[in-house]
């Protein structure tokens, strides 16, 4: 069972409409709009017989593609992060949810994504990579540094560059002040000393850069990312 701080709840509003032709069969592995790989779904269909379901009667329910994509966003995000997501369906959830989503009263848009935080997102615009990765905060599995370089003049493409081309380089920064760039590292994780490893990487390739005059670098000992 997932830890609490780990649970998402995600209130979907699906369409119903009737159709003579075609009725999916009753099925508590998910609400009907596709498939529910690591996710709990409420509001799931209870047959009252096979025969029944087969001969169409009732509704068909469905959601719009914009929600569908909405969904598929959090699961694949959620699956990978270590989260719990659970879908409630507001159109088919029994009385006692309806009751537990008391306070989804006023919502006028869906998608609602509800963080443990409390912390939600609204209407299937704000449903991006980025937002839905905030609401998801993960451990970095590799290791992080910052390293702060202080550059002679020179050739500024060419120092760009030579950083470019590290492949422990991720990110560069260019700033004002006291130090001229910001270098963001990664580095897969080892059994020996991640500051040493850090530290040896950055004196042998970085400072080996001439225009390179000095460098202060930071090694988290611990770090969570909120990027996608």
């Known amino acids: 069972m997932a830890e609490p701080e780990r649970e998402l709840t995600l209130y979907v509003q699906s369409r119903k409409t009737v159709t003579t032709f075609f009725r999916p069969a009753a099925s508590a592995s998910g609400p009907g709009f596709g498939p529910q790989t690591a996710t709990a779904v409420s509001g799931a269909p209870t047959a009252r017989g096979g025969d029944a379901a087969e001969a169409g009667e009732g509704p068909v329910y469905f959601l719009s593609d914009d929600q569908s994509r909405a969904v598929a966003l959090v699961e694949d995000l959620a699956r990978r992060r270590g989260f719990q997501l659970k879908v409630v369906d507001v159109e088919r959830a029994g009385r006692l949810e309806r009751l537990v989503t008391e306070h989804l009263r006023g919502v006028t848009q869906f998608p609602v994504l ?82 040493r490893g850090v530290l040896d990487f950055v004196t042998a390739r970085i400072r080996g850069i001439p225009e390179i005059l000095d460098t202060s670098t930071l090694v988290p000992e611990y770090s969570v990312s909120k990027f996608p």
């Open 114 to 195: 509800v963080a443990p935080s409390g912390q939600r997102l609204v209407g299937c615009e704000q449903f991006t990579d980025d937002s839905v990765a905030a609401l998801m905060p993960t451990e970095l599995k590799t290791i992080r540094a910052l390293s702060y370089l202080k550059v002679k003049g020179g050739d500024l493409d060419r120092i760009r560059q030579l950083l470019e081309g590290l492949t422990e380089v991720k990110e560069l920064h260019f700033l004002t002040g006291d130090w001229d760039i910001l270098v963001v590292l990664e580095f897969p994780p080892t059994a020996t000393n991640r500051r």
